[in-house]
């Protein structure tokens, strides 16, 4: 199942490349052009971007933290139940 998933996202990539490497090539610019000067549709601002970024890393860190959380309060829960087996006295002691 795996094996045909890495296929088939390897035939659109490789699809995807195909059809945007028949695109005409965008006309060069001659020497450099400040932003304002340039027409709209080819300007792109920082800002979205940087803050798509660190949203991102955010909510990853969040994420790992909280299942480490978890993970831990799982061993903890596991610490407590050999506790109480061995308080109990099922586990012989040498």
Same mark, same amino acid.
């Given at each position: 199942?795996?094996?045909? +998933? ?17 695109? &005409? %090539?965008? %006309? ?5 052009? &400040?932003?304002? $000067?340039?027409? &709209?549709?080819? $300007?792109? &601002? ?18 790992? +933290? ?29």
């Amino acid at each position: 199942m795996l094996r045909r +998933v890495l296929i088939m996202s390897g035939w659109i990539v490789l699809s995807a490349s195909l059809l945007l490497a028949g695109q &005409p %090539p965008a %006309p060069a610019l001659e020497g450099f052009v &400040p932003i304002d $000067q340039l027409p &709209p549709g080819e $300007q792109l &601002p920082a800002a979205p971007l940087l803050i798509a970024a660190y949203a991102f890393v955010w909510v990853a860190t969040l994420f790992y +933290v909280w299942t480490i959380w978890r993970r831990l309060g799982r061993v903890e829960a596991d610490m407590r139940a050999l506790e109480r087996r061995t308080s109990s006295g099922s586990v012989p002691r040498q």
